[in-house]
Nanobody, 123 residues
């Protein structure tokens, strides 16, 4: 497992942008698949995006074309650039990690989770 710490959440108006960051501990970060999940008020936790160690990406349909996931292995950090934000994007966003290259949208496939960062989009 790796330790994950998210940052970059906040309050933004609809149509605005935010960039989330997730700093990971561990010397083998480059061999982990990384991702982001989110949980809105009264909703179940849902997959948003994932990236493999070789930079393959996978997005939920709800964020495709608006969100971009990327990683910097030299800094042990993964990012989620969120553009054209909508009120329905309001959620706690969690950074996740799993060893290997498989990209999954199931939360059960990720064994490391951050504490979460709040994103609130006002209309």
């Amino acid at each position: 497992q790796v330790q994950l710490v998210e940052s970059g959440g906040g309050l933004v108006q609809a149509g605005g942008s935010l960039r989330l960051s997730c700093a990971a501990s561990g010397r083998t970060f480059s061999r982990y698949a990384m991702g982001w999940f989110r949980q809105g008020p009264g909703k179940e936790r849902e997959f948003a995006a994932a990236i493999s160690w070789s930079d393959s990406t996978y997005y939920a349909d709800s964020v495709k074309g608006r969100f971009t996931i990327s990683r910097d292995n030299a800094k042990n950090t993964v990012y989620l650039q969120m553009n054209s934000l909508k009120p329905e994007d309001t959620a706690v966003y969690y950074c996740v990690a799993r060893s290997g290259s498989y990209l999954s949208k199931s939360p059960y496939d990720y064994d490391s989770w951050g504490q979460g960062t709040q994103v609130t989009v006002s209309s």
